[in-house]
């Protein structure tokens, strides 16, 4: 058994009836003499990859360095776009890669040779299967180290969707992009759309709520864009632990994913990675975020927060509640400067949805204006609105 970072590779559409022998033959080639002219490929000895070619493409093993999938990844697209300005359609060269790390080993094959098999091959095969012409895709297990590594890389890797692969199994993938490489279209095959309705129903039932800080920070008065955040304090209440906590956020603009610049910390300010992508429509997100150890029960002075960014073009903010919270406090932050003079919060109960002015405000003036209503308490389905 070893461990390794695999790049798993095919060229789209080689299977067109339409296309000739020759053609066919011609393309493969022509890939697997970009891919030994990349430098990640060139630079790695022979003794720490390992390559298999798969007919319409091939899977590389990097034994050494959780990178280099990546490198070449770029590499070989900037190569392939090079080919491709230069050929007619018909020459083109359009690729799919799938990237992983994970476990191996070591098997003989019928006649002898020693290959690699293992999940690190299969889940970066099954993640190539996923996307489309151009797509990058990763699993959640390797961007997550490498988003670790270097903030660099969170210009590029892109949390997208849960996706559903081989044998049922779910896994939220990751896409590599930026504007001179990869796909930054969601593919559309395995898309898992499943409601959390049973998920949500199930936390309910195990986790108490006993505060809510909800911030919200006005970055750009021209373009109503903010930041806002989400601190819960919270506790197990059930025999069974805690792995990881939902969320739902509505947005007032269409924004994917990616746009949130979404960042998730526990009470230690530690980074907390996404669980999944449930839900992703242009107004309407809905996501899970793993905790970084599980919360057993009577766990006291347990925390996490969801900070994203959106515009409220509007001037007005509305927060929908699931379950109860008996210390709601809401904060509204903007520069001092601005035209904003008089913001209102309401309450609106679920029984009558009637508008209540919330009056226990405490305000702080400097460069910025900081209002915050304390001490509330929402009922489940309560919503509150945020006016200004």
């Not at 299967?129 to 297990?141: F, K, N, P, R, V």
């Not at 930041?227 to 947005?251: A, C, L, Q």
């Not at 610049?261 to 429509?281: F, K, Q, R, S």
Request: overall charge negative.
């Amino acid at each position: 058994m070893m461990h390794a970072s695999f790049f798993f590779v095919d060229i789209v559409g080689l299977s067109n009836p339409l296309l000739s022998t020759v053609t066919q033959a011609s393309k493969i080639r022509v890939l697997n003499d970009s891919i030994a002219q990349c430098k990640t490929y060139e630079n790695t000895p022979d003794d720490e990859k390992i390559v298999f070619p798969t007919g319409d493409g091939m899977w590389i093993a990097f034994l050494a360095g959780l990178e280099k999938p990546i490198k070449l990844a770029k590499e070989i697209h900037e190569k392939l776009q090079n080919y491709n300005n230069e050929k007619s359609p018909n020459e083109n060269i359009q690729i799919r890669i799938g990237c992983h790390s994970g476990d191996v080993f070591f098997v003989n094959d019928l006649n002898g040779n020693v290959n690699l098999w293992g999940s690190g091959i299969i889940m970066a095969r099954r993640v190539m299967d996923a996307g489309d012409s151009e797509h990058i895709l990763m699993t959640s297990t390797m961007a997550e180290r490498l988003l670790e590594l270097s903030d660099e890389y969170r210009k590029i890797i892109h949390p997208i969707h849960d996706f559903k692969i081989k044998h049922g199994e779910v896994l939220l993938i990751y896409s590599v992009y930026d504007d001179s490489f990869g796909n930054p279209n969601r593919p559309q095959k395995g898309i898992v759309t499943s409601k959390l309705e049973k998920k949500v129903f199930e936390e309910e039932n195990s986790i108490r709520h006993h505060e809510l800080n909800l911030i919200l920070i006005l970055t750009n008065p021209q373009t109503e864009h903010f930041k806002i955040s989400r601190k819960f304090s919270f506790e197990n209440k059930s025999n069974e632990p805690i792995y990881e906590v939902y969320s739902t956020i509505r947005t007032d603009v269409q924004k994917s994913f990616v746009d949130l610049n979404l960042e998730a910390y526990d009470e230690n300010e530690n980074n907390l990675v996404l669980g999944g992508i449930h839900l992703d429509t242009g107004l309407k997100k809905k996501f899970s975020v793993k905790l970084n150890e599980p919360v057993f029960l009577d766990d006291r002075n347990k925390e996490f927060t969801v900070s994203y960014e959106t515009e409220l073009p509007s001037k007005i903010f509305e927060e929908f509640f699931i379950t109860q919270i008996n210390n709601l406090s809401v904060s509204f932050i903007f520069p001092s400067s601005s035209e904003i003079s008089n913001p209102k919060l309401y309450l609106l109960a679920n029984q009558d949805r009637k508008k209540v002015l919330q009056e226990k405000i405490d305000i702080k003036r400097g460069i910025t204006t900081k209002i915050t209503w304390n001490k509330i308490k929402v009922e489940e389905k309560d919503l509150i609105r945020l006016e200004w």
